[in-house]
């Protein structure tokens, strides 16, 4: 929702979260886990290559825990030996590692970089909030080695979308666990398979790419069809840090037929929390449905750009059905209503004329001390009346009430909406209940 330019500032955009299983994982508070896997067949091409050979000069390896949505970014405490009446809320003053600044729930470890020593290597972690408060104790202790994945290749690791409800994103976002010694990364997208795939030479199928100090990269363009990205890491002069990541491969197929199609900004794409990405799919409303859709969100529009790119982006998947969600980026701004008002009139139009079924979905409320402390942005006094005055046009027309849920509330509450526009999981599990709830009141079979 935020412009784009706020959204990749650090404070605000260091973003990720996929799941990565393995045995003996510390578990948090009870919330949602979507759990993520790669995709098998780029892994098998990748094996017949003979790229899983482990490094010969660094000793890397991956540590998993389970997801927390609650999380702002974990802290992660190795050390030597357990230490007697260990303490579960503060960090050892003796450790040999610790890092606060993790958003994902993975880490790569050099272990070659750890201090030798008598003593079996334990670690631990724990979620923190965005003031650096542990948000849990920390997990018990676990031996590094019998929990630890080594390995083979000195790269980032990609955070990877399961192939199931939500994880259709028309502009992909990509998301992955850091490199030791890497200040920041090049993500590129190749529009075939790379031809190479080791080293750090761009490939020549490149179609775009970004270079970024943050664990994420929003892609500015959709991405209709088959694509793949990787992702490698430099030092702050720009110097390779290790290699390319493997391919991740990303598709969008409008032969896949979906039936309905999901358009909106970022409240739609997806993130929340403050740093949790489009990527992490429990932030993204669309997981929840219990119908396939298309995601079609792109962060930072107004209803304007969205009339403006409609062609482009929702004609080619011939949808039958389209959900609608608008306007908070006009209306927080200061945008007369009327505009918003006028523009949603004029993408119901288009969708009526191209045979599409609109249906328009309520704009949910703000929170606008929030805004003002994470983003730094003054909201439009009038933003209330504003809102109201949209949702009512919205109302007189097939719709869902996606604000139902919040009616109750003068601003959102912190609880739903940390940095106070995007909603957290739980208030896109509520914006998915409402849509579930109504939606067979459009498509019959739902």
Known sequence: MVKDSMIRKECISILAACLL?????PAFAAAPVIPQMPDRIIRAENAKEGLNAPSSEKDLVLLTWAENPESVRYEVEIFRGIP??????????????????????KVIIDLSKIPAGDGVLYWRVRPIDADWTGLAPFSAPMEVRSTMKRLGRDAPLPNVYRPENGSSLLYPVYSYAGIPGAAKYEVEVTDSYPETLSGTAPSAHRVFSRVTSLSNVYDSDPRIGTYYW?????DETGAPVGEWSLPERVRNDVESRYNVGIFGDSITQGGGHLYHSPADMAYSYVSYLDFPAVNMGRSGDTVEMMYDRFDRDVLPFHVKYLLIMGGINDLRMGTSPDKAIEYLEKIRQKCIDHGITPI???IVPLNPENIQKYYGETTYAGWKESVAKV????RTKPYIDTAAPFASFDVMPSEFAMDGIHGDWNAKQMIAGEINREIGHFIPTY
């Not at 299983?21 to 994982?25: D, K, P, R, V, Y």
């Not at 949702?391 to 919205?394: P, V």
């Open 21 to 25: 299983g393995i045995s003996s994982l």
């Open 391 to 394: 949702n009512a046009y919205i």
């Open 84 to 105: 007697y009446n260990l303490d579960r809320n503060e960090p050892l003053a003796d450790h040999v590692y610790d890092n606060q600044r993790i958003y994902t729930n």
């Open 230 to 234: 990787r992702v490698r890491g430099m």
């Open 360 to 362: 328009l979905m309520t």
